[in-house]
């Protein structure tokens, strides 16, 4: 089985900056594509950036401009920068490995 880890979460004011990290037992340069979501309280899981093998990246409209996913495959791990957060940003942030492989999240929380 494919362990997906997340790290990097945290407490931040609106306006602030958090950088998530995501890292895969077998190496997260395997997959050709990963992913983060994120699920909040009362609200439907929501795609939020993806990055495939050829650094092609795609963004959910709430988070353009302010994230921004990338790999890094000399030390086998995804990124989501997150700048100017907002407190709709508050959720539990996954990594997903080639769509299949979660990892077990971690909290970002957003205050006003």
């Known amino acids: 089985q494919v362990h997906v880890t997340e790290s990097g979460g945290g407490l931040v004011q609106a306006g602030g900056s958090l950088r998530l990290s995501c890292a895969a037992s077998?190496?997260?340069?395997?997959?050709?594509?990963v992913a983060w979501h994120r699920q909040a309280p009362g609200k439907q899981r929501e795609l939020v950036a993806r990055?495939?093998?050829?650094?092609?990246?795609t963004y959910a409209d709430s988070v353009k401009g302010r994230f921004t996913i990338s790999r890094d495959n000399g030390n086998k791990r995804v990124y989501l920068q997150m700048n100017n957060l907002k407190p709709d940003d508050t959720a539990v942030y996954f990594c997903?490995?080639?769509?299949?492989?979660w990892g077990q999240g971690t909290q970002v929380t957003v205050s006003s």
């Open positions: 077998i190496g997260i340069s395997r997959f050709n594509a």
């Open positions: 997903v490995a080639g769509n299949s492989y």
């Open positions: 990055i495939t093998t050829g650094d092609a990246t």
